[in-house]
C-alpha cells in the first residue's frame, strides 16, 4: 500500500497506475495491499509515475479512457473524452435520426457512442487529422461498430449530402487562454480556434443548413461563456429553436438548432 501514497500522485490516480502496471484490477490492488511488485512491474509503475508528475494525464499513460461506457484507446495523436461531452449524446439520442455525421471526430467518441445505442443508424466521422483517424477506426474495429471515416475538414469530405443530425465537439478554446498550459499534451489544433475560440464554430454554423435535411438538427459542444455568440451564429444561420443545454456542473454546454 505503500506505493499508494506517491507524493504528488492523487491516490485514485495512483491505484490506476499501479493496476495497470501490475495486472491486477484495481480492486486486487485494494484488497492485497500485501502484495510486493515483481522487478519488471515495479519498473513500470516507477515510470508510471514519473510521467505522470510531469503532468501527463492519467489516461495517455493508460492508453484508454471510458466514454459513455464505451471504452476507448486514446494517444496524443487525439483529445482525451470528457464527461462533460456525454451530454452531447444525451441530446442526440433524445432526437430522431436515421443518419448522423460527426464533426472532428478524434478518437471517434461521439460517432461510436451513437453507434452504439443506435444500431441501425447510418453514422459518418469527419476528421481532418490523418493520426486521429487511424485512432478513430481502430477504435470502431475493435468495438465492431461500423462507421463511415472519411478525412478531411468539417463538411469538405461530405459532399452534397444531408444528415438527421449533425453533431461537433470541436476547437472551441481561445487563442493564448491560460488554461491551455494543463492541455500541453493534448494536440493543441484540437483545442485552438482563433483569437476568440469561435472560428471552427462559425465554419460549422455558416455551412451546416446545406447538410441538414428538412427538421433536422445541429448539435455543438462550446465552451463555459460562449453560448450567447453560439446561439447568434446559428440563429444568423437561419436555423430555428435554437437553444442551450447546461452540463451537470450547471455550464451551458451545448448549442443547437433545427432546420
Given at each position: 500500500?505503500?506505493?499508494?501514497?506517491?507524493?504528488g500522485?492523487?491516490?485514485?490516480?495512483?491505484r490506476?497506475?499501479?493496476a495497470?502496471?501490475?495486472?491486477?484490477s484495481?480492486?486486487?490492488?485494494?484488497?492485497?495491499p500485501?502484495?510486493?511488485?515483481?522487478?519488471?512491474?515495479?519498473a513500470?509503475?516507477?515510470?508510471?509515475?514519473?510521467?505522470?508528475?510531469?503532468?501527463?494525464?492519467?489516461?495517455?499513460?493508460?492508453?484508454?479512457?471510458?466514454?459513455?461506457?464505451l471504452?476507448?484507446?486514446?494517444?496524443?495523436?487525439?483529445?482525451i473524452?470528457r464527461p462533460?461531452?456525454?451530454?452531447l449524446?444525451?441530446?442526440?439520442?433524445?432526437?430522431?435520426?436515421q443518419?448522423?455525421?460527426?464533426?472532428?471526430?478524434?478518437?471517434?467518441?461521439?460517432?461510436?457512442?451513437?453507434?452504439?445505442?443506435?444500431p441501425?443508424?447510418?453514422?459518418?466521422?469527419?476528421?481532418?487529422?490523418?493520426?486521429?483517424?487511424?485512432?478513430?477506426?481502430r477504435n470502431?474495429?475493435?468495438?465492431?461498430?461500423?462507421?463511415?471515416?472519411c478525412?478531411g475538414r468539417?463538411?469538405e469530405p461530405?459532399?452534397?449530402?444531408?444528415?438527421?443530425l449533425?453533431?461537433?465537439?470541436?476547437?472551441?478554446?481561445?487563442?493564448?487562454d491560460?488554461?491551455?498550459?494543463?492541455?500541453?499534451f493534448?494536440?493543441?489544433?484540437a483545442?485552438?480556434s482563433?483569437?476568440?475560440?469561435?472560428?471552427?464554430?462559425?465554419?460549422i454554423a455558416?455551412?451546416?443548413?446545406?447538410?441538414?435535411?428538412?427538421g433536422?438538427w445541429?448539435l455543438?459542444?462550446?465552451?463555459?461563456?460562449?453560448?450567447?455568440a453560439?446561439?447568434?451564429?446559428?440563429?444568423r444561420?437561419?436555423?430555428?429553436?435554437v437553444?442551450s443545454?447546461?452540463?451537470?456542473?450547471g455550464i451551458?454546454?451545448v448549442?443547437?438548432?433545427?432546420?
Open positions: 500500500m505503500e506505493a499508494l501514497r506517491a507524493p500522485i492523487e491516490p485514485r490516480e495512483a490506476l497506475l499501479l495497470a502496471a501490475s495486472g491486477f484495481e480492486a486486487a490492488v485494494l484488497a492485497y500485501e502484495r510486493s511488485l515483481g522487478a519488471e512491474d515495479e513500470r509503475f516507477v515510470d508510471f509515475l514519473s510521467r505522470r508528475r510531469r503532468g501527463e494525464p492519467v489516461a495517455y499513460i493508460l492508453g484508454h479512457k471510458e466514454f459513455y461506457g471504452r476507448l484507446a486514446v494517444n496524443r495523436a487525439v483529445l473524452p462533460e461531452t456525454e451530454l449524446v444525451d441530446l442526440a439520442l433524445a432526437r430522431d435520426f443518419s448522423v455525421a460527426d464533426l472532428g471526430t478524434g478518437c471517434g467518441a461521439l460517432a461510436l457512442a451513437l453507434k452504439h445505442q443506435r441501425r443508424a447510418r453514422v459518418v466521422a469527419v476528421e481532418a487529422s490523418a493520426a486521429a483517424l487511424v485512432v478513430g477506426k470502431g474495429a475493435a468495438l465492431g461498430l461500423d462507421i463511415e471515416w478525412h468539417w463538411f461530405l459532399g452534397a449530402q444531408s444528415f438527421d449533425i453533431v461537433a465537439n470541436p476547437p472551441y478554446v481561445a487563442a493564448g491560460p488554461h491551455l498550459t494543463a492541455l500541453a493534448e494536440p493543441q489544433e483545442l485552438v482563433g483569437a476568440d475560440g469561435l472560428d471552427a464554430i462559425r465554419d455558416a455551412t451546416a443548413p446545406e447538410h441538414l435535411a428538412a433536422a445541429l455543438l459542444e462550446h465552451g463555459k461563456g460562449q453560448d450567447p453560439v446561439r447568434g451564429l446559428l440563429e444561420a437561419g436555423l430555428e429553436e437553444q443545454w447546461p452540463d451537470l456542473a451551458a454546454r448549442s443547437g438548432g433545427r432546420r
